[in-house]
């Protein structure tokens, strides 16, 4: 069996021609133009879900509204880069169903249009008694999620699947890949603008408006979508804005609940002469106290190995480092109960994951359990990313996708996508055919 693993370890599934992105169009927005549908924000859930609405009805005129000046710049190009199983998730929830659905779209896309991925797999390894015990209900629930080729890996077999890692269980999950999310996101949105899709970047959503014109009737247009450079007129608007998905929620007259809390997720890296010691995703059992808790091993596209992410409070909704402060979002969060309560209850592992960001020795004790070769001497600083989490005003984190509708004649012409935490890159064309299903059903095109 050994063998055979190692073989699946180290299938690379890499284009011997180099995958060209023609880059997404700069076309500024112009009021004259008219859309049938326009989709704020260019990450992965709005380029995908675009990219499927046009293949579906290629008459439709469609643009994607991104305010910055690239698309995938939050967490789309912040994230693992991990191309999940969907062994963790709530049997029938629709995370589960998504992730799974999504994991075989994306390798069946990224063959079709020979966009690099790894299938390295994962282990994910207990280290004590007592997650011996929850290993055995995580694996029950990977095979009713019906997470493929899953295994039980008893402790004397781990290392043949990764030759430094010690524990004392695992399941070994041959499915799980890396991917670079970011490029995939853009390749989405490459295939939309050939297909006649309209890219406008650096365009920020502040506003929509329902055309007096139209009020009440059927007209052509009836939604300005407004911006500081004016205005784009559409029949139907659909929000997949991360970080502010909120924010778009309550221009339409949605309920402020579930609120963003911006959380940083901080990286170590490997140095490179140690990026030998490991070739697959390591995870930790999660916590069920804590799930959002819990660094992993995490090999990328170009051979480094990042170590994270961890879980710390960020001061800005677009916060990459302890420096990056907005003091409008500083004062929304200070205003929010839900926070005030999730901060009561976690103020111990909360200052524990402050603690080790700041003094990150501290956290590669954590790591080492898994390969205790591994010394702090070994590591050094690397990127971050900011987890759109969805919280409710209990201060309960959201953990399913949330969509949602606005309200009266103009709000009844929007699509939210309101939480699209992890593992909705893995997900996200599961996530554009739900919401294209959506689109159709609700709205007559
Ligand atoms: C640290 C971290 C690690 C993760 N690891 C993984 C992983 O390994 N695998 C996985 O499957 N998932 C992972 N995820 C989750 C995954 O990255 C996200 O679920 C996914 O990228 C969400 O995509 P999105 O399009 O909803 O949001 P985003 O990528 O954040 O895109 C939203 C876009 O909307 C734009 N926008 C916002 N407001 C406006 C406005 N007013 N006007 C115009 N544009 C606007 C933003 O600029 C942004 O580009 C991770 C996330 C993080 C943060």
């Given amino acids: ?72 710049m939050h967490q789309t190009g912040h994230n693992s880069g991990v191309v999940h199983a969907g062994i963790y998730y ?40 007592e997650q011996v015990s929850r290993i055995k209900d995580l694996y029950e629930r990977g095979l009713k999620n019906e997470v493929p080729g899953l295994e039980m890996i008893e402790k004397n077999e781990i290392s043949k699947f990764e030759d430094k890692c010690k524990g004392e269980k695992a399941i070994w999950s041959p499915s799980t890949g890396i991917v670079d999310w970011g490029e995939v996101c853009r390749f989405f949105a490459s295939e939309f603008e050939k297909m006649g899709g309209k890219v406008i970047l650096n ?49 339409t007259g949605c309920d402020l609940s579930p609120r963003i809390v911006p959380f940083r997720g901080e990286y170590l890296q490997l140095n490179d002469n140690k990026k030998h010691l490991c070739s697959t995703n390591i995870y930790p059992v999660p916590d069920p106290r804590f799930p959002f808790l819990g660094v992993h091993f995490t090999p990328r596209m170009n051979g480094d190995i990042w170590l994270g992410p961890n879980a710390v409070l960020a001061l800005a909704r677009e916060g990459y480092r302890w420096t990056d402060v907005n003091v409008k979002d500083c004062i929304e969060m200070a205003k929010f109960p839900g926070l005030w309560k999730l901060c ?102």
């Fill in 203 to 251: 365009n920020e959503v502040t506003g929509f408006r329902e055309n007096n014109e139209s009020k009440g009737g059927q007209g052509l247009s009836p939604i300005s979508v407004l911006s500081k450079k004016g205005a784009l007129q559409t029949k139907y608007v659909l929000t997949c804005a991360g970080l502010h998905s909120d924010r778009l929620a309550v221009m």
């Fill in 344 to 445: 009561f209850r976690f103020i111990l592992p909360g200052l524990k994951e402050a603690g080790k960001s700041i003094f990150y020795p501290l956290a590669v004790k954590d790591l080492q359990k898994f390969i205790p070769e591994m010394t702090y001497k070994d590591v050094k600083r690397g990127p971050a990313g900011v987890r759109a989490q969805a919280m409710d005003n209990d201060g309960k984190l959201v953990d399913d996708f949330v969509f949602d509708s606005g309200v009266g004649s103009l709000g009844g012409r929007v699509i939210h996508c309101r939480n699209a935490p992890s593992p909705a890159a893995t997900s996200s064309m599961a996530i554009a055919k739900y919401i294209s299903n959506k689109l159709e059903k609700d709205f007559t095109f």
């Fill in 1 to 72: 069996m050994a063998g055979s693993v190692m073989r699946c370890l180290n299938k690379i599934h890499s284009n011997p021609i180099p995958v060209i992105f023609r880059s997404a169009s700069t076309s500024s927005a112009d009021s004259s133009e008219t859309f049938d549908l326009v989709v704020v924000g260019g990450g992965i859930v709005g380029c995908a879900t675009a990219r499927e609405m046009l293949e579906r009805h290629p008459q439709l005129k469609i643009a994607i509204v991104e305010k910055e000046n690239k698309l995938a």
């Fill in 90 to 129: 709530t049997p029938g929830s629709m995370k589960a169903k998504m992730c799974v659905e999504g994991l075989k779209l994306s390798y069946d896309y990224f063959g079709k249009h020979n966009i690099p991925y790894k299938k390295v797999g994962k282990l994910i390894v207990a280290q004590t008694p």
